[in-house]
C-alpha cells in the first residue's frame, strides 16, 4: 500500500494504469509517483515522468549522453546544439525562447518581480513565489513518513530520494552510515553529497576534468557558471563602493554592504541576537535547541554545521590539501592554513587593546584579551552557577565536574586531555617533532606558543609592564617573577 504525501492516510483512489491519485494534496487530486513520489497536476505529466523511472519509450540525443521521456523535451534540448536561442553577451545557448529571454536579465540586471514584504526583486515569478513563502512561512511539500516539511518541491524531492536510498545506474558509493541515509560520498576526501550531479562536479576539482580556467589568475572551475560568477571579481561588476571589494554576485555584495551598515535583519526569538543573514540565524538557532544533526560515522561526533563535519572527516582520513610554501606544513583547511602563516611566519599586529595597548595578530586573540580588562564571562555551565572567560575553560570544568564529554587520551603514555591541541602538543613531544622553525635562525620547535615566545629574542618590543615601577620586560614570567621581588621592597 502507498500512501499520498501530504499525510500519513493511505489513499485508495487507484486508475487502471497503477496511477495513485492523492486527494488530500493541496491542489487536490495531484498525481503521486511511486517511485520518488513527485507529485504532479495531470495524468499525463506523470506519465511522462514515469518513463524516467521504466526508461521506457526515451528519446536520444544524437550529439550527446542525454536521454529525454518525451519529444518536445528532445526539441529544446536540441536547440541548445543547434544554437537557435543563443545569448549576444555571453554565447550562452538555450533551449527555448522564454528561457533566453530569462537568461538576459541576468545581464541587464532587469528584475521585474518585486516582493511586496522585502521589496526584494526577482528576475523570474518562480522565485518570486518561492521566496515569499520565507515571509509567511508556508512549507506545503511534506514527506509522508517522518512528517518534515519543505519550502520547495525540489528539496523534497532529495529528501526523499536520500530517505529511501533511491538506486544510481553508475558506480557511485553510497555511505550507509550517513545521518542523510545513502548520500553521494566522494572517495578521495570523503565529502557527502545529496544528489549525483553535487558528486559529479565536485569529482572534478581531484581529477582535473573538463576545469575552466580563469586568465587572470590561477583559480579554477568545474563548471562554466563557477567561472563566469568568478570573472565578476576580476571585472568589479559588483564592488563595494565603501571599501573597494569586488564578489562574484549581486547577493554577496548585499549581504557585504550590511557590514558597513550594521544591518542585521534577522533576529532571534530566543536572545533577540541579530544577524545579517537568515542562514546565521538558522546555524545560531541551533545552540538553543541543542540540535547537532551532522554526525561522524566513524567517530559519532556530531556537528551543527555540514562544513564542520566534512573538515572533521579529514582528521580521519588525514587529508591536507592546503600547504605552508614557507615551512611545507600541511592543513586540512584553508582557514588553518591563513591562521598559521599570522602567527608562525608574519610579524605583523594589527590589532590593538584599548586599555594596555597591546598588539594581536588575531582578532579572536584580542577578544579574549580584552575579557581580562573587562571581567567579562560569556561562557556559563548549564550544571552550577560557574562562568568562564574562555569556551576550553568551561569544556575543562564540564569534563572534570561535571563528566559531561570525552576525555582525550594518549595512545603512547594514557595521559588524559581536554582540548585536542593539547594533546596534539603532547604526542609531538612523544615524537620529537619540531614543525616550527624561527623566521630569524634556523632554530626549531614544537608549538606556537614556544616560537613566538623565542622570537622576543631577535626584538626588542616589551609588550609586559610592572604595574608598580613601570620597567618593562619581553616575556610575562620574567614580569612576574620581577613584580613579586617589587612588591615585597614596599
Known sequence: MYFAASCSQPTNEVDCTGIILDPHDDKDWSYLCTVCHKRFTTKSQLTTHSKRHTIEHEYSCTQCEKRFSSQSGLWSHMNIHAGKHKCTECGKCCGN??????????HSGEK???????????????????????HSGEKPYKYHVC??????STNLHTHVRVRTGEPDSTVVIVDPHDDKHRSYLCTICHLQFTTKSQLTNHNKRHTGENEYSCTLCDKRFSS????????????????????????????????????????????????SKRFTTSYRLVMHGRIHGGEKPYKCHVCQKAFRESSNLHTHMRVHTGYKPYKCSLCNKSFSHSISLQRHKRQVHNNIRPYLCPYCGKLFKVNDDLKCHVRIHTGAKPYSCRHCSQRFTQHSQLKTHLLKSHNEGTWLTCNIC?????????????????????????SQCPKRFRTVREVKSHQLVHSDYKQFCCGLCSKDFKQRRYVVQHFKRCSAKR
Open 97 to 106: 525562447r522564454t528561457d533566453l529571454a530569462a537568461h538576459r536579465r541576468s
Open 112 to 134: 521585474p518581480f518585486e516582493c511586496t514584504v522585502c521589496s526584494r526583486r526577482f528576475t523570474m515569478s518562480y522565485h518570486l513565489i518561492r521566496h515569499s513563502r520565507i
Open 147 to 152: 512528517e518534515k516539511a519543505f519550502r520547495h
Open 224 to 271: 562554466r557558471s563557477g567561472l563566469r560568477n568568478h570573472m565578476n571579481i576580476h571585472t568589479g561588476k559588483y564592488k563595494c563602493t565603501e571599501c573597494g571589494k569586488c564578489f562574484n554576485t549581486r547577493q554577496y555584495l548585499a549581504v557585504h554592504r550590511r557590514t558597513h551598515s550594521g544591518e542585521k535583519p534577522f533576529e532571534c526569538t530566543v536572545c
Open 414 to 438: 594514557q595521559k588524559k586531555f581536554s582540548m585536542s591541541s593539547n594533546l596534539k602538543e603532547h604526542l609531538l613531544r612523544h615524537e620529537d617533532v619540531k614543525p616550527y622553525v624561527c
